[in-house]
Nanobody
Framework: QVQLVESGGGLVQAGGSLSLSCAAS????????MGWYRQAPGKQREMVAT???????NYADSVKGRFTISRDFIKNTVYLQMNSLKPEDTAVYYC????????WGRGTQVTVSS
């Protein structure tokens, strides 16, 4: 059974930092492209950052220079370090694992107050 379990969300003031984690099980973690997506109220889910099995990263323009995605092949975990947070970063953040199949976590709430 595939599980993606996110943690690390919470409430932070603008300008602050948060670190999200996503622990994966039930998949061959090393071959999946991992990613973080977010969905704000009333908006569509959007890509935040992805990291390939080879370590190539891709970021949404809105988070470039502020967020960093990384992965640990020993712990089967993907991380999202979020710095200089803005109120517009407020959303539910979802972990994604994609190869031939596509899996999602349940999400973790990030709220940035102004």
């Amino acid at each position: 059974q595939v599980q993606l379990v996110e943690s690390g969300g919470g409430l932070v003031q603008a300008g602050g930092s948060l670190s999200l984690s996503c622990a994966a099980s039930g998949i061959i973690f090393s071959i999946y492209r991992m990613g973080w997506y977010r969905q704000a109220p009333g908006k569509q889910r959007e890509m935040v950052a992805t990291i390939s099995s080879g370590g190539e990263t891709n970021y949404a323009d809105s988070v470039k220079g502020r967020f960093t995605i990384s992965r640990d092949f020993i712990k089967n975990t993907v991380y999202l370090q979020m710095n200089s947070l803005k109120p517009e970063d407020t959303a539910v953040y979802y972990c994604n694992a994609e190869m031939r199949d596509n899996y999602w976590g349940r999400g973790t709430q990030v709220t940035v107050s102004s």
